[in-house]
């Protein structure tokens, strides 16, 4: 080696070493310890406690009636029964149908509510705009203050003619406060005004600016909100109870609630034909039953919410905090 490339030869000094020493972010594979490792240990636990009763319901399923009765619920049952399913499933075009109107109202719905409700807090959350105020305050109102659900009932079918309407499935759930107040949020901590003004001086209109600038960087908010409201849209009943009563626009909870009433009816009642019985046969599947009804609800949910849980964490925690 020449006197030239020993010259060129960069060699590390103390200083370098020293800093290199006090590496200020170490990867994850130095920062290891002990206490990760039980970290780790305690969350496979917690999350292993968690899956137990969901285990239970679908091992509880597929399980024999008269088992059941005898020796419990169990994790491993000691015989295996298709009764429970049959019971649910022996409503076949039905079951079909409800399934169908739950779906196309929780997807109707969510995309209805995430629309009206991203608009609302785009509105609220422009400085300049002279109603931003009234209208925030216009939204506590109902979040303080309830009319009641029998004035709700009369308002929807005397006032507005919607008994047996599949819209009164929609609606009364479509825009929360809360939502709102989530999408706000994030809109004022998250997108820089900054975008919002250039698009301004550039001479894009509120409608430009909402659809093309806000709207697509609300995607991860307004899935977290569309999940939360997808799962309120799957689980509600109450409201098809009260306004409905053709089997055509039955949705799956109160078919699955009528399910259960005519199992406590036939358990109740002494003089259940025998004809009955055999078609059910021959016991009738109470505790399956309700553990395959729970199953057919909750499976959809559990299948879709993986999908958007990353989406759902971040858009309930990026706007959280400012900066």
């Known amino acids: 080696m020449?006197?030239?490339?020993?010259?060129?030869?960069?060699?590390?000094?103390?200083?370098?070493?020293?800093?290199?020493?006090?590496?200020?972010?170490?990867?994850?594979?130095?920062?290891?310890?002990?206490?990760?490792?039980?970290?780790?240990?305690?969350?496979?636990?917690?999350?292993?406690?968690?899956?137990?009763?969901?285990?239970?319901?679908?091992?509880?399923?597929?399980?024999?009636?008269?088992?059941?009765?005898?020796?419990?619920?169990?994790?491993?049952?000691?015989?295996?029964?298709?009764?429970?399913?049959?019971?649910?499933?022996?409503?076949g075009k039905q079951l079909m149908v409800s399934y169908g109107v739950t779906i196309f109202v929780t997807v109707a719905g969510t995309a209805l509510g995430l629309l009206i409700m991203s608009m609302y807090a785009y509105a609220i959350s422009r400085p300049d705009f002279r109603l931003s105020k009234f209208l925030l305050v216009f939204l506590l109102i109902p979040m303080l203050f309830n009319g009641g659900q029998l004035s709700g009932y009369i308002v929807f079918t005397r006032y507005y003619h919607l008994k047996d309407n599949i819209l009164l499935l929609i609606l009364p759930l479509c825009v929360t406060t809360m939502n709102v107040i989530i999408l706000r949020t994030y809109i004022v901590n998250s997108i820089p005004k900054e975008l919002m003004e250039a698009a301004k001086i550039d001479g894009a209109g509120e409608w430009r600016t909402f659809f093309q600038i806000t709207l697509p960087l609300l995607k991860p908010s307004m899935a977290a909100v569309g999940f939360m409201m997808a799962t309120a849209y799957w689980?509600?009943?109450?409201?098809?109870?009260?306004?409905?009563?053709?089997?055509?626009?039955?949705?799956?909870?109160?078919?699955?609630?009528?399910?259960?009433?005519?199992?406590?009816?036939?358990?109740?009642?002494?003089?259940?034909?025998?004809?009955?019985?055999?078609?059910?046969?021959?016991?009738?599947?109470?505790?399956?039953?309700?553990?395959?009804?729970?199953?057919?609800?909750?499976?959809?949910?559990?299948?879709?919410?993986?999908?958007?849980?990353?989406y759902f964490i971040k858009g309930l925690t990026v706007g959280s905090v400012k900066g």
């Open 2 to 91: 020449s006197d030239m490339e020993k010259n060129l030869k960069v060699t590390p000094s103390k200083k370098d070493k020293k800093a290199k020493n006090l590496d200020l972010a170490p990867s994850r594979r130095e920062r290891k310890g002990f206490g990760q490792y039980v970290l780790a240990f305690l969350l496979i636990l917690y999350t292993l406690f968690c899956f137990l009763p969901l285990e239970l319901v679908l091992v509880s399923a597929f399980a024999d009636e008269l088992s059941l009765s005898k020796n419990g619920f169990r994790f491993i049952p000691s015989q295996w029964s298709m009764n429970g399913i049959n019971a649910v499933f022996r409503y």
């Open 235 to 310: 689980n509600d009943w109450q409201n098809a109870l009260l306004y409905i009563t053709s089997d055509s626009k039955k949705p799956l909870q109160l078919l699955l609630v009528s399910i259960q009433k005519s199992i406590e009816f036939l358990l109740n009642n002494t003089n259940v034909p025998s004809a009955a019985r055999a078609a059910m046969g021959g016991t009738i599947p109470q505790y399956t039953a309700t553990m395959a009804t729970v199953l057919v609800v909750v499976g959809p949910i559990v299948i879709v919410y993986p999908f958007f849980q990353k």
